[in-house]
Structures are given as structure tokens and as C-alpha cells.
């Protein structure tokens, strides 16, 4: 079975502290997600990578930023964690080839900036 | 802009059949998936539909249809531990998922 981990399940920061949240597969993926999900909002794309060291911005990419330094593991990183960033933070990944390779999530980090 | 609507909530009783319905407007289409998701668990996936039609695994089944933008999910014989959200998500032209607000159903005894 595919194995997302995401580091922390929950966590409290304060606004302006510097956040970093973890992600490892065990699958060699080559893509890697993060996804925050908010209620009535679905999820949206922050970042995601199609290998190591390199990243795309997704559809909501301002306040964050990635680091891909190996295959298995991504990295998500609030620069200045702002109250607006309180949300599920959800970690995925699947394989390259095929639009048809369904993405695998972790069980996410509930991150509250106070 | 690009679109997935689905219902916010539906209610259901054990044992019976229910259909959550997805209508898509996106750029293109190259398939559509459909993911469970239980409350503080992470989605995990379900099916994939990219031709018409119907597909069934056990019993749940997903269809669709392209012409109309349109899918749904039928879980039948439903049991206690259905109580989810289900979410659709759909691969546009520029090969990006594209995900819906998720349906949360309800199973009542």
C-alpha cells in the first residue's frame, strides 16, 4: 500500500513564526502535491513538483513556498504564518505516467496560526 | 472560469441507494475521478471515469457522460460506515485536477 506521512497531524504557530510542514512517500512518486482544504472551498493547489528540485505555483501560492531535495520527500513552508493561513493542510502523490494514476494523501496537518 | 458543482450535504438511510450527482464546466476534459473522504482522514480514491458509461466496483458504481459534463456516484446497500464526503475532481486540458467542494452524505439507521 501506498504510504503518505505527513509530520505533524496537528499544530499551533503564531502569526509571523516561520512554519514548515513535511511530507514522505514511500511509493517513488514522481509527482508531489500540497493541497490546503478549507470547509465549502474543496481543495486547492498550492504547489506540487514533478521532481526533485523543481516546483510549480498552483492556484494559491502567495504566503507559501516548496523544497523538493529529494524524491520522497516535500516540504511546504509558511514564510510568515499569517492568521488567514488556518487551515487543513493536505499532502499528495502518484506516479508520472498516465493521466489516469489517482493521487494517494496523507492524513493531513490541521495547522491554527493564532 | 472552471466549475465543479455537487451538492453540500445529502441524507440517506442504511441499506438504501443513493446517487451524488457531479456537473462539471471545465477547459477541456481528460477524465474524472471520484474520492471518499471520512472526517479527519485523508481522500482516498474510488474511481475513474474518462469514457461514457458505467463503471462498478462492489457496490459502489460511478458514471459518465461527456456530451452532458456530468457524473455521478451510486453507492448502494448502504452501511453506517459510508458516512463520508465524496469528492469529484476532473483533469482539464492542461492535465490539472480540478476538485469539487465534496458532498458530506449522511447514513441514518
Known amino acids: 500500500d501506498v504510504k503518505v506521512t505527513q509530520s505533524s497531524r496537528y499544530l499551533v504557530k503564531r502569526t509571523g513564526e516561520k512554519v514548515f510542514l513535511e511530507c514522505v512517500q514511500d511509493?517513488?512518486?514522481?509527482?508531489m502535491f500540497w493541497y490546503r482544504q478549507d470547509p465549502g472551498l474543496g481543495l486547492r493547489l498550492i504547489y506540487f513538483?514533478?521532481?526533485?528540485?523543481?516546483?510549480e505555483k498552483g492556484d494559491i501560492p502567495e504566503g507559501y513556498s516548496v523544497s523538493r531535495e529529494k524524491k520522497e520527500r516535500f516540504s511546504l513552508i509558511l514564510e510568515s504564518a499569517s492568521t488567514n493561513q488556518t487551515s487543513m493542510y493536505l499532502c499528495?502523490?502518484?506516479?508520472?505516467?498516465?493521466?489516469?494514476?489517482?493521487?494517494?494523501f496523507g492524513d493531513g496537518t490541521r495547522l491554527s496560526i493564532l | 472560469g472552471q466549475n465543479i458543482d455537487q451538492p453540500t450535504e445529502m441524507t440517506a438511510t442504511e441499506g438504501a441507494i443513493v446517487q451524488i450527482n457531479c456537473t462539471y464546466q471545465?477547459?477541456?476534459?481528460?477524465?474524472l475521478f471520484w474520492y471518499q473522504q471520512h472526517a479527519g482522514e485523508a481522500p482516498t480514491f474510488l474511481s475513474y471515469n474518462v469514457l461514457d458509461g458505467l463503471e462498478e466496483k462492489g457496490r459502489f458504481s460511478s458514471f459518465l457522460s461527456r456530451s452532458k459534463g456530468y457524473s455521478y456516484l451510486l453507492l448502494k446497500e448502504l452501511q453506517m460506515k459510508d458516512s463520508a464526503s465524496y469528492l469529484c475532481?476532473?483533469?482539464?486540458?492542461?492535465?490539472?485536477?480540478?476538485w469539487g467542494a465534496g458532498t458530506k452524505l449522511i447514513i441514518k439507521p
Open positions: 475532481a476532473v483533469i482539464d486540458s492542461n492535465y490539472q485536477l480540478i
Open positions: 499528495a502523490s502518484s506516479f508520472r505516467q498516465g493521466v489516469s494514476q489517482p493521487q494517494h
Open positions: 511509493m517513488d512518486h514522481e509527482n
Open positions: 513538483s514533478y521532481d526533485v528540485k523543481m516546483k
Open positions: 471545465t477547459s477541456g476534459f481528460n477524465g
